[in-house]
Nanobody, 129 residues
Framework: QLKLVESGGGLVQPGGSLRLSCAYS????????IGWFRQAPGKAREGFGC????????KYADSVKGRFTISRDNAQNTVYLQMNNLKPEDTAVYYC??????????????????????WGQGTQVTVSS
């Protein structure tokens, strides 16, 4: 059974930082990609980043590029999302998800624009003064 649990959300002032954790079990990052998604109030769920450990491939949306970074801790079966220079528009419920990687011309890659089948429960991030 694939399982993912997000944690680390909270209330942060604009310009501040948070590190979210995605603890996973039931699969290996050698065979799955991790996607990060968020859903703001009144808006659709938005994918903004992904990570594929087997190839080292990462992908970020322009809205978070340069501010958000995905990494992993092999010893703890945890993927991290470091969020810096947070803005009020970053306020949302944040989710991690797992899916098989995408095979492209250059090899396996991640892509948060594809459907993901395995989801965590989400963690609330609020950016406000």
């Amino acid at each position: 059974q694939l399982k993912l649990v997000e944690s680390g959300g909270g209330l942060v002032q604009p310009g501040g930082s948070l590190r979210l954790s995605c603890a996973y079990s039931g699969f290996s990052l050698d065979h799955f990609q991790i996607g990060w998604f968020r859903q703001a109030p009144g808006k659709a769920r938005e994918g903004f980043g992904c990570f594929l450990s087997s190839s080292g491939h990462t992908k970020y949306a322009d809205s978070v590029k340069g501010r958000f970074t995905i990494s992993r801790d092999n010893a703890q079966n945890t993927v991290y999302l470091q969020m810096n220079n947070l803005k009020p528009e970053d306020t949302a419920v944040y989710y991690c998800a797992a899916e098989l990687p995408l095979l492209s011309d250059g090899g396996f890659v991640c892509d948060y624009r594809l459907p993901f089948d395995n989801w965590g429960q989400g963690t609330q991030v609020t950016v406000s003064s």
